[in-house]
């Protein structure tokens, strides 16, 4: 398990959970639009946290646009539950 990949990706959705909490709660104006780009952004850090979890450090440095892109979309029920 890539600990410090995860924690990364866990503390920016942190961060980005927080900002959009504030925001939703001190802008009257907060509209749809904003919502959705900010939880694209929660969800991104969130499923990379959980599926990239086990690549090495090098692989994780390096990120390819493939591995972007896999490791960002929400994973499967199997890939929760069982681990796949």
Known sequence: MNKAYILFHLK???EELGKTIHEI????DY????YVVAMMHLYHHINT???????????AERCSEDDFYAWRRFPSEDEIYLGK
């Open 25 to 28: 709660e001190s802008q009257p």
């Open 49 to 59: 946290a959980w599926n990239a979890r086990d690549v090495s450090p090098d692989v």
């Open 12 to 14: 920016e959705a942190q």
């Open 31 to 34: 509209d749809y639009g904003e």
